[in-house]
C-alpha cells in the first residue's frame, strides 16, 4: 500500500463499492461479504476489502477471499480518525475494480457507528438479514434499517439464513411496494458454508482446511442472486481538498531509520493491523518475522514486537520451545520488548488454558495467566506510553496474576472505570491493550528505540 502510487493521484477515483451490515451481529455480514469478494475476484475484477472496527479475525478472511494480494485493512474512526479511513479507501480506490467494506455490529451500533462511516465514506449500505424465524417481519426490520437515518445512502436488503422457496415468498411479501426498498435476493441456510468461531470469534483463515471449498459454495449462491451485479460506483473523494490522493502514511519521520524489528507472527501470535506494520516501515525500521512456535532463535534484531494471538492454543508447542525463551530472556535483559495481549500472556512465568492445561512460558515477566470461561475486557482505551499516548482496544478472555506494579492503566473511552494495566520490567512494556500505531507514531517508534 505505501509504495503503491499508480492511477491519477489528483482526481477523486470512481469505484463501485459496497457497505455490508446488518440489525445486529451474527447475521451473516462476514459471509455475504466473503462471498462477495471471491465470486467478484473469480470473474477477474481487483477486489479490495476493508473491515469497520478493531477486529483482526474477519480481515484475515476477507482478504484470502478477495485474492490473498491485499491484506483487508480496518477502518475504525476512533482508532484510525476519519481523515486516515477516507485516505486508506481513496489509496485502495487507484487501482480497484471494486471496493466491499464489512460494518461491524449492529449498523447503527457504537459510537461512533457503521452508519457513520458509511455516510463519511457515502458508500451505499447492504443490510444483511438472518431471516430466521420471521417472515413478513422482515419488511418492517428493512424498512427501519433504511429509515433511521435518512443521511444514510442505502442499496438495499438481502435475506439471510432462508429456509425455502415458501419462506423466501413471505420475506418478500414484507416488502411492500410503499416501501421502496430494493431486494438483492435470498442465502438459502447451508451449514456447509458456515465458517468456524471459537472464543474470539471466527477461526483463523489459515486454519480452516477446507476454507476454498465454503468460500466457492457461498460465491456461488452469492451469483444467483442481485448481488451478481456490480454497484454503482461511488466518488473516493479526497480527505483535503488541498492534498492528492496519496499513499496513507506517505510522510512519516524516520524515527525508526535503521532499526530491526523482530516481529512474531504464527498461528499462535497473529493479531497484527496491517496498519501497524506500515507505520514502521513508514517510519524506517526494517522488519523481520519469525515463529515462537517453530524458530528455535531470533532473528538478528534491536527490539521485539509480541502481538496478540492464541498462544493458550498452543500450550505444549511453546512449553516445549525451550530455546526460543532461552533467547527472549537474554533479549529481555538488555533489549526492547513491546507485548500485546497474547503476546504478554507468552512472556508471563505460565498460562492455563480453560481446560486446567498449565503451559510454563518464557518467563520473561512476573506473573501468571489464567483462561476464563466468559470475556473479561472489551472496548477503546487511552493508552499513555512513555513516548505519548497512543490509541488502543481491548478484548481478552484471561487474567493475570503479577507482582508488578504497573506504571500506568489505560484509559476508556466510554467510561470512567479503570482501564487495562500497562507493566514495564526493564526494556520490555506489556498490556491487554492492542494498539494503533498511527494514532501516535512518534509514541509507537519510541517503543522500539534501542
Excluded at 451474527?26 to 477486529?55: E, I, M, Q, S
Excluded at 490473498?68 to 479511513?85: E, F, I, K, R, T
Excluded at 422457496?165 to 416501501?179: F, I, S, T, V
Aim: proline share 6%; glycine share 8%; net charge negative.
Amino acid at each position: 500500500m505505501l509504495e503503491s502510487e499508480a492511477g491519477d493521484l489528483s482526481a477523486s477515483p470512481r469505484v463501485p463499492a459496497l457497505f455490508i451490515s446488518a440489525p445486529a451481529s451474527h447475521h451473516g455480514k462476514t459471509t455475504v461479504t466473503a462471498a462477495l469478494a471471491r465470486y467478484h475476484a473469480a470473474r477477474g475484477l481487483r477486489v479490495r476489502v476493508f473491515k469497520t472496527g478493531p477486529d483482526f479475525l474477519d480481515p484475515m478472511l476477507l482478504s484470502h477471499a478477495s485474492g490473498g494480494v491485499h491484506p483487508a485493512y480496518q477502518l475504525d474512526l476512533w482508532l484510525a480518525g476519519a481523515q486516515a479511513c477516507q485516505q486508506m479507501v481513496c489509496d485502495a480506490a487507484q487501482d480497484a475494480d471494486l471496493i466491499l467494506i464489512e460494518g461491524v455490529m449492529g449498523l447503527f451500533d457504537g459510537q461512533p457507528s457503521s452508519a457513520d462511516l458509511a455516510v463519511l465514506l457515502g458508500v451505499p449500505v447492504l443490510a444483511v438479514i438472518d431471516a430466521s424465524g420471521m417472515a413478513q417481519t422482515f419488511g418492517a426490520v428493512a424498512y427501519g434499517l433504511a429509515n433511521f437515518r435518512r443521511d444514510v445512502p442505502f442499496a438495499g436488503v438481502l435475506a439471510n439464513s432462508v429456509a425455502s422457496a415458501r419462506h423466501a415468498e413471505m420475506l418478500q411479501e414484507g416488502l411492500r411496494p410503499d416501501l421502496k426498498l430494493h431486494y438483492f435476493g435470498a442465502l438459502m441456510r447451508a451449514n456447509s458454508a458456515a465458517l468456524p468461531e471459537r472464543h474470539l470469534g471466527l477461526v483463523q483463515a489459515a486454519e480452516v482446511a477446507d476454507l476454498d471449498a465454503r468460500l466457492d459454495h457461498v460465491a456461488t449462491a452469492i451469483g444467483q442472486t442481485r448481488l451478481a451485479q456490480l454497484p454503482p460506483a461511488v466518488t473516493f473523494r479526497r480527505p483535503d481538498a488541498d492534498l492528492p490522493c496519496l499513499p496513507y502514511l506517505r510522510s512519516m519521520p524516520a524515527l525508526l531509520s535503521g532499526v530491526r524489528i523482530g516481529i512474531a507472527r504464527d498461528a499462535a501470535f497473529s493479531f497484527l493491523y496491517p496498519a501497524n506494520l506500515d507505520c514502521l516501515r513508514a517510519m524506517g525500521a526494517m522488519l523481520y518475522f519469525f515463529s515462537p512456535l517453530v524458530d528455535k532463535e531470533l532473528p538478528d534484531i534491536d527490539s521485539l514486537y509480541f502481538p496478540g494471538g492464541y498462544p493458550e492454543l498452543h500450550l505444549q508447542t511453546l512449553q516445549d520451545n525451550q530455546s526460543m525463551k532461552v533467547a527472549l530472556r537474554k533479549h529481555a535483559s538488555a533489549k526492547p520488548i513491546f507485548a500485546e495481549c497474547g503476546g504478554m500472556l507468552y512472556l508471563l512465568e505460565s498460562l492455563t488454558d480453560k481446560a486446567g492445561q498449565r503451559g510454563e512460558m518464557s518467563g520473561c515477566l512476573a506473573g501468571h495467566a489464567v483462561m476464563q470461561g466468559r470475556l473479561q475486557g472489551l472496548g477503546y482505551q487511552s493508552a499513555p506510553m512513555p513516548g505519548g499516548v497512543l490509541r488502543a482496544h481491548t478484548f481478552h478472555h484471561s487474567l493475570i496474576e503479577t507482582t508488578m506494579t504497573p506504571f500506568a492503566s489505560g484509559e476508556r473511552l466510554h467510561n470512567t472505570s479503570a482501564g487495562e494495566k500497562i507493566f514495564q520490567q526493564a526494556r520490555t512494556i506489556a498490556s491487554y491493550l492492542h494498539c494503533y500505531f498511527p494514532s501516535n507514531p512518534a509514541a509507537a517508534a519510541q517503543l522500539f528505540l534501542p
